[in-house]
């Protein structure tokens, strides 16, 4: 099971740091986890992953602003996002799956949340 928290409205140059809490299976179904996140007529967009050696990708609108980090005892992902914009307004999705290899640009992750919404005014 995945479990978003955190999201919430704030103003632009804002924060906000969003959970994702895993249950159940494995340690081994949690090796890779991620953040993508969605708006209305579009599909999800990657933006950050990281693996079981810690390394963290982030996409190209998240550089800068947006930071992962895990409790890895608690098995949760965590991302502070920073000075945030009105195009950062989504729903955020946590998934997770078993590859070793571990990149937000994967398809067809096996497990994901059912979101937590970031609204952005501007």
């Known amino acids: 099971q995945v479990q978003e928290s955190g999201g919430g409205s704030v103003q632009a140059g804002g924060s906000l740091t969003l959970s994702c809490a895993t249950s159940?299976?494995?340690?081994?179904?949690?090796?890779?986890m991620a953040w993508f996140r969605q708006v209305p007529g579009k599909g999800r967009e990657g933006v950050a992953s990281?693996?079981?050696?810690?390394?963290?990708l982030y996409a190209d609108s998240a550089k800068g602003r947006f930071t992962l980090s895990k409790d890895n005892a608690a098995n949760i992902l965590y991302l502070q996002m920073d000075d945030l914009k009105p195009e950062d307004t989504a729903m955020y999705y946590c998934t997770l799956d078993s590859w070793r290899s571990c990149t937000y640009s994967r398809p067809n992750w096996s497990y994901w949340g059912r979101g937590t919404q970031v609204t952005i005014s501007s």
């Open positions: 159940g299976g494995g340690a081994y179904v949690s090796n890779c």
């Open positions: 990281m693996g079981t050696d810690g390394n963290a």
